[in-house]
């Protein structure tokens, strides 16, 4: 089927055509990300088991593929004690369930929706095939949603479900998968659409780091609670299949009141004085956490960063704390043997006051042996020569008043073509931003050349996301392969890209 441009928009929301235009809740000219508190009583921290998210087992395989089949619904979860709280998840849960994939060895997995509104699936950070990918447009409409048949647009609709094949030919990294219709993007996340997609490979595999039960993936993320239990959000249109945005207090970004870490309010968790390989990912729609252990560990580092978005770094990198913007994600190793048995270690959020310094809490229970090392050689980066970028494209991301979230000035426009790389091709993209904007690039990863004059303590590796803040620039190295097609490329505050900050890449 097709779909005119017209119609997709109707569907998806119309951030391009109907930007709400808010003035109030501005500092310095620009909306700030707004704290949504809760009207149910919460719980106290560290009383909550963290929940570790289950692997997912594929129904079915062949040579060269893993097949998975996936229900998108509503469920009920105990999150808060005494009330339940209705999720959106893959198969039901939230976070979503763990995919395991091999490098080199495909995986498809077919989503079936059956939620009472469209869903686009986006894997982060993987290197996909253009029909694959989940461009915004790209929509599973529920059953018996329709629309009268168009002819004038690019977008691939589909009813019911839709096969997503992913190729794994890229380096084993910890990525994640998420909603991301357009326009909605925001609040079908914040009701539970995310999950983790964990690609492995044997160089990895040959490395003498933590792994089995302590190795555990940490999805961090915040939540507001209505008086039911519900997740709270400011739509404008509730039901999600109206008006796209929020209420103007938080067109700069909304901000929970309670932090969720797989799921569970500031849980606690149980470890060995061994050391422990923690894969963490910032799920916020837009807090960014400065992440801090208390007590510090005496005598070194609180965290030694293996991994970034792209896969494993070339050397560890030490950390006394660690920034991480919405959508990043850190691949860190916490010692535990610097600490007695019997101790209690918070870990805490440094971005912010109150409930929301703290996240979780790391019980150390017992004395156990640790053969675990890590080598002072972790990969080896193959980045490309920076002179051979082919083109040096600006791409200046601000807001505009009345007009909203803007990238060079326009906003998001399925129509419109803001770049043209060539395939096989390197390019070096300036990134410009007056706010708090972390940015994103679909298909591809790159290398961080400078931010704000020099490379930031957080760059190192293979990028997917970069945190810029207010009146920073960034140059990134992009090399363009694998694919050639249609990609999209945006700021990953959800609400400022639901709000029309993003923009379109096509690798010709």
Excluded at 193 to 212: C, H, N, S, T, V
Aim: with cysteine.
């Amino acid at each position: 089927m097709k779909w005119s441009r017209r119609e997709i928009l109707r569907l998806a929301g119309s951030a391009s055509l109907a930007l709400p235009l808010f003035e109030s809740g501005c500092i310095g000219g620009r909306p700030q990300a707004t704290l949504l508190a809760s009207r149910v009583p919460l719980p106290q921290p560290f009383e909550t088991a963290l929940p570790i998210p289950p692997v997912l087992n594929a129904d079915r395989k062949d040579g060269s593929t893993d097949y998975y089949d996936v229900r998108v619904r509503p469920a009920s979860a105990s999150i808060l004690p005494g009330v339940g709280t209705t999720v959106w998840g893959y198969n039901g849960i939230f976070p979503g369930p763990t995919i395991e994939a091999r490098r080199g060895r495909k995986v498809s997995l077919r989503l079936w929706n059956t939620l009472p509104v469209p869903i686009v699936n986006h894997l982060h950070g993987g290197r996909t095939p253009p029909e694959s990918d989940g461009y915004p447009t790209d929509l599973i409409l529920p059953n018996g949603f329709d629309l009268p048949h168009m002819h004038d647009t690019r977008a691939r609709v589909v009813q019911e479900q839709r096969e997503y094949i992913y190729p794994n030919d890229q380096r084993a990294a910890t990525l994640w998968y998420h909603d991301h219709r357009m326009d909605f993007t925001a609040p079908q996340v914040w009701r539970g659409l995310a999950g983790f997609y964990i690609l492995r490979d044997d160089e990895e595999a040959q490395l003498p780091l933590p792994r089995g039960e302590k190795e555990i993936p940490l999805l961090i993320c915040d939540r507001s609670f209505d008086a039911n239990g519900s997740f709270l959000y400011p739509a404008l249109d509730s039901s999600l299949r109206g008006q796209p945005g929020v209420s103007m207090d938080y067109m700069g970004g909304v901000l929970g009141d309670v932090i969720l870490v797989n799921g569970a309010p500031w849980p606690k968790l149980e470890v060995a004085n061994t050391r422990y390989r923690f894969r963490i990912l910032n799920a916020s729609n837009a807090r960014r956490y400065e992440l801090a252990l208390d007590p510090a560990p005496p005598g070194g580092p609180a965290f030694v960063q293996i991994g970034s978005d792209g896969g494993l770094l070339a050397a560890p990198l030490a950390h006394r704390t660690v920034r991480i913007s919405p959508a990043e994600r850190f691949d860190v190793v916490i010692d535990f043997s610097k600490y007695k048995v019997g101790s209690q270690i918070r870990l805490l959020n440094l971005a912010a006051d109150g409930a929301q310094s703290q996240i979780m809490r790391f019980d150390i229970t017992r004395q156990e042996r640790d053969e675990t090392v890590i080598l002072q050689k972790l990969s080896r980066l193959d980045f490309p020569d920076p002179g051979r970028a082919a083109v040096t494209r600006v791409f200046d991301f601000s807001y505009r008043g009345g007009r909203g979230w803007l990238i060079n000035r326009k906003p998001f426009n399925p129509a419109r073509m803001d770049a043209q790389p060539k395939l096989d091709t390197v390019e070096i993209w300036r990134l410009q931003a007056d706010f708090n904007h972390p940015l994103h690039l679909h298909l591809v990863h790159f290398q961080v050349l400078s931010h704000s004059g020099r490379p930031g303590l957080y760059d190192a590796g293979w990028k997917d996301t970069i945190n810029l803040g207010p009146g920073q620039a960034a140059d990134i190295l992009v090399p363009f392969t694998g694919y050639r097609g249609r990609y999209v490329f945006h700021c990953h505050n959800l609400e400022h890209e639901d709000m029309a900050m993003m923009g379109n890449f096509e690798v010709i």
